[in-house]
């Protein structure tokens, strides 16, 4: 599986880079810190779902890796926003400083809001589809999944969150909007790409991968290797955020991520041989040490 990872991870790498050419302008310090944080590593799974998905519908993979880097840049966005001293308040980030402590705190905000605006121009080109129509389907879903009835919106409850012990099912919405928004996106862009509204399938698989892979995270921060995760163990425990593991224990915490993983491959069952790939990931996130 991390041999999928890490070849998705590269070909999504080099069209960020194509869309990010270094600029030697006044805005010079802005690209050096939008390409910063877009091409400094990461697992890359949005991008990979993106590519997985779109070649179930036998998708251009020129047309996808557009979609995927436009996906990525808005997750990095939301990480550089995340890491300020006003959200999370974090200095490390994959194993390096953060934007705003390689740069400055306002050069961050800047390079967030322009890597957001940039995947939306992305998207618009005629490069990622020759149709509007489905180049239009795209941006208005993806807008949705990262806006305020999406990401954003569980950002908010996030720190609306921090300090208070909500129930579950607050939890739940909290963590299918922050993380699982974007990562459901992913799952059915490939959909979208083939002139299809969305994937019903691919939309449950979705759910159940983003609700997955905040739990693993919120695992993570309990028992997780700060030299592997490459941010600092406990910071949400410090910060006192909701979390599954503060709501259900440890214990009960990993079985519940049992649940997620398998009803996420219950959602791949129309797919036949060519879920593998997708049910592999699903592994690899409920597994994953970092």
């Keep these: ?15 960020l880079d194509a869309l990010l050419p270094p600029s030697s302008g006044g805005a010079k310090t802005l ?9 400094n590593g990461g697992k890359r799974i949005r991008p990979f779902l993106v590519l997985t998905t779109a070649a179930l519908f036998d998708v251009p993979e020129t047309q ?3 979609v995927a880097a436009a996906v990525e840049m808005i997750h990095c966005y939301s990480l550089i926003h995340d890491d300020l001293p006003a959200m999370d308040n974090s200095d490390v980030r994959r194993g390096a400083p953060t934007c705003h402590k390689q740069f400055t705190e306002a050069t961050a905000i800047l390079a967030g809001d322009a890597l957001l605006t940039l995947a939306f121009a992305a998207l618009a080109d005629p490069a990622t589809h020759p149709d509007a129509t489905v180049r239009c389907t795209l941006i208005t879903h993806l807008a949705k999944a990262a806006g305020g009835a999406g990401m954003i919106a569980g950002q908010m409850l996030d720190m609306a969150g921090e300090k208070q012990t909500l129930p579950v099912a607050d939890i739940t919405t909290l963590h299918r909007l922050k993380t699982g928004a974007l990562i459901r996106f992913s799952c059915v862009a490939g959909a979208m790409l083939a002139g299809k509204a969305t994937d019903d399938a691919l939309e449950k698989y ?3 991968l983003g609700l997955l892979f905040q739990l693993t995270d919120d695992l993570l921060d ?8 490459g941010k600092p163990q406990g910071q949400d425990a410090l910060a006192e955020k909701a979390s599954m593991v ?11 991520a049992d ?6 491959i219950a959602a791949l ?5 060519r879920k593998k790939h997708l049910e592999s990931l699903v592994h690899f996130v409920r597994y994953r040490i970092k």
């Excluded at 690209?31 to 091409?39: E, Q, T």
């Excluded at 503060?246 to 519940?256: C, E, R, T």
């Design 1 to 15: 599986m991390e041999d999928l990872l890490q070849s998705a991870a590269t070909r999504t790498t080099a069209m």
């Design 31 to 39: 690209y050096d810190a939008m390409r910063y944080s877009a091409l």
């Design 64 to 66: 996808a890796l557009r």
């Design 206 to 208: 979705g759910d159940a």
């Design 222 to 229: 309990v028992e997780g290797d700060t030299t592997l995760t």
């Design 246 to 256: 503060n709501a259900l224990g440890i214990s009960a915490a990993k079985k519940q």
């Design 259 to 264: 649940v997620l993983r398998d009803k996420a």
């Design 269 to 273: 069952g129309g797919f036949g041989d």
